[in-house]
């Protein structure tokens, strides 16, 4: 099946600093990617929706200037978490959609943990 | 906004067994796609099965099948033959065009 990568899995940074989380679809191109955020126990919080050459479109009440989304190209995205705050500590999940299809496939999450 | 609505947080079956979970959405679209992912411990999210809402079929994936009754907005899962791997969280997801909505899940236990 399809593939999408995420890297870093898991990632430390010190409060204050910025982080950046890269999402790749491998064997597709992906026309929309989708940021996720997901506490212990609750479900996928979708943070915004990327699509490639324009503009991310983000859900009420997510800081587009905090979580800043590039998605350069249809097999790339990418979450820069500014400034990052204790509270910012979280999983962070992409999914692509794949171009010819519906299909949405999830990359593996990254853990951000801000000490 | 669309809404995705699991009304059960947890669910156990005996190992062999078939269980159903269920998952209703709300919309005003005729044309959308729903699924249902499973979540294990490693957080990983794994494709289960997918419905196009245009198909009257149901679709089945092995072990997997959907119960799609579109006019009730109703997308339920039954897994047959439960094994000890399929325990995990579950959670039915809606999408049409730039929207994707996830349910809260269910969590799924399998006793051996």
């Known amino acids: 099946g399809a593939v999408v990568s995420q890297h870093p899995s898991r990632v430390i940074c010190k409060s204050g600093t910025s982080v950046k989380i890269e999402c790749r679809s491998l064997d597709f191109q992906a026309t929309t990617m989708f940021w996720y955020r997901q506490f212990p126990k609750q479900s996928l919080m979708l943070m915004a929706t990327?699509?490639?050459?324009?503009?991310?479109?983000?859900e009420q009440g997510v800081e587009k200037d905090k979580f800043l989304i590039n998605h350069a190209s249809l097999t790339l995205s990418t979450l820069t978490v500014t400034s990052a705050h204790p509270e910012d500590s979280s999983f962070y999940i992409c999914?692509?959609?794949?171009?010819?299809?519906?299909?949405?496939?999830f990359g593996e999450g990254s853990w951000l943990t801000v000490v | 906004a669309q809404t995705v609505t699991q009304s059960q947080p947890e669910m156990s079956v005996q190992e062999a067994e078939t269980v159903t979970l269920s998952c209703t959405y709300d919309t005003s679209e005729s044309d959308y796609y729903l699924f249902w992912y499973k979540q294990p411990p490693s957080r990983q999210m794994i494709l289960v099965i997918r419905q196009e809402a245009y198909k009257q079929q149901n679709a089945t994936e092995n072990r997997f099948s959907v119960n799609f009754q579109k006019a009730a907005k109703s997308f339920s899962l039954k897994i047959s033959d439960s094994q000890l791997g399929d325990a995990a969280m579950y959670f039915c997801?809606?999408?049409?065009?730039?929207?994707?909505?996830f349910g809260a899940g269910t969590r799924l236990t399998v006793k051996p």
């Open positions: 997801a809606y999408t049409r065009n730039n929207d994707m909505r």
């Open positions: 999914s692509a959609r794949e171009f010819r299809g519906n299909t949405i496939y």
């Open positions: 990327s699509n490639e050459g324009s503009k991310a479109t983000y």
